[in-house]
Nanobody
Framework: QVQLVESGGGLVQAGGSLRLSCAAS????????MGWFRQAPGKEREFVAG????????YYRDSVKGQFTISRDKDKNTMYLQMSSLTPEDTAVYYC???????????WGQGTQVTVSS
């Protein structure tokens, strides 16, 4: 089992920045990769960014490339999402997720709200 706890969400003005954190505990030695997802009101949850835990290679949905940066600190078992140039369209609940293999994400955090005001 892996437990995930997000933090860092909040209210920010358009154009501002936020950094989300996701602290992992439990079977962290087995983590294959982690990711960030978001769900805006009335919309389906969507993938935002992912990172391979061992090597640190990152991948993003096209709409956030150059705007968001995912990273991880293996010593702290923590993943981050640095978000910049935020717009109201980035308003959503952001979830972190982890998986122990190349399949679907198995473990999810409780989510953290990000609200961008215009």
């Amino acid at each position: 089992q892996v437990q995930l706890v997000e933090s860092g969400g909040g209210l920010v003005q358009a154009g501002g920045s936020l950094r989300l954190s996701c602290a992992a505990s439990g079977r962290t030695f087995s983590i294959h990769s982690m990711g960030w997802f978001r769900q805006a009101p009335g919309k389906e949850r969507e993938f935002v960014a992912g990172i391979y835990w061992s090597g640190g290679s990152a991948y993003y949905r096209d709409s956030v490339k150059g705007q968001f940066t995912i990273s991880r600190d293996k010593d702290k078992n923590t993943m981050y999402l640095q978000m910049s140039s935020l717009t109201p369209e980035d308003t959503a609940v952001y979830y972190c997720a982890a998986k122990l293999g190349p399949g679907n994400f198995d473990y999810w955090g409780q989510g953290t709200q990000v609200t961008v005001s215009s």
